[in-house]
């Protein structure tokens, strides 16, 4: 998934809370989380494992790990 960009995971995001993307933190929270990868296995179909969902504390950190994800079928 080394295709998704940060403008997309903010995107993503905003959705969440009816924000703009300016007012998306580099933090993570819980909801956020669940909403984005929600959001991301819509959209390409992978799921992910909990020690990888630890490491999407941050956009920086969602980004890191979704260029690791081999890409869908």
């Known amino acids: 998934m080394s295709d998704v ?9 905003a959705a969440f ?3 703009s993307p300016e007012q998306v933190p580099e933090g993570i929270d819980s909801m ?4 984005l990868v929600h959001q ?3 959209r390409y179909g992978n799921g992910f494992d909990d020690d990888t969902l630890a490491r999407m504390t941050t956009v ?10 081999p890409e869908p079928r």
């Open 5 to 13: 960009r940060r403008d997309d995971v903010i995107a993503m995001l």
């Open 17 to 19: 809370g009816d924000r």
């Open 32 to 35: 956020e989380l669940a909403w």
């Open 40 to 42: 991301l296995e819509q």
């Open 60 to 69: 920086s950190g969602v980004l890191r790990v979704l260029g690791e994800q």
